[in-house]
């Protein structure tokens, strides 16, 4: 395990953030419906990991509860004044308690060879198959 002291923002700049991630441990690409939408690439870390540092009050925030499921699983993050997505946030016990699901594509100092090297995994959450990737990945 080797943390990296991640700094992201959003197009503008309003939304900046630090997190220490680890990127052995892989970044996630999911075709639900809403990462599907966006086009959604995330890495994961826990929420002492995770330190906004400006912007809270230029964010909008979107939830939405899968079928079959109680509740939202995550609050997903994005600046009001250039759309970008930050991340999406939840709790859960699965995930060890609060955890953000970063975009990566919002990192500024991690470079192209760092997330080629890191581990891509995809997840078929579409059919709540976290632990599989789905038969198709062509678009994801
Ligand atoms: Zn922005």
């Known amino acids: 395990m080797s943390l990296k002291h991640v700094l992201g923002s959003c197009h503008c700049g309003t939304v ?7 990127l052995s441990k892989g970044t996630i690409r999911c075709n639900c419906s809403i990462c599907t939408k966006a086009r959604a690439w995330f890495t994961f870390a826990g929420g002492e990991q995770f330190h906004l ?4 009050s230029n ?11 109680p509740s939202p699983l995550l609050t997903y993050r994005f ?4 759309g ?3 991340y999406g946030t939840g709790d859960a016990e699965f995930m060890g308690g ?7 594509a919002t990192f500024d100092n991690v470079s192209t060879d760092e997330l ?10 579409r059919h709540d198959r976290f632990d599989r990737a789905p038969e198709d990945t062509r678009l994801m």
Do not use: H
């Open 59 to 69: 964010m909008s925030s979107y939830q939405w509860t899968p079928p079959g499921r």
């Open 53 to 56: 540092l400006a912007g809270e």
């Open 98 to 104: 609060k955890f953000y699901a970063l975009a990566v």
């Open 116 to 125: 080629a090297a890191a581990p891509l995994r995809f997840i078929d959450n």
């Open 16 to 22: 900046r953030y630090q997190a220490d991630v680890d």
């Open 84 to 86: 970008v997505r930050i």
């Open 79 to 82: 600046c009001k004044t250039c």
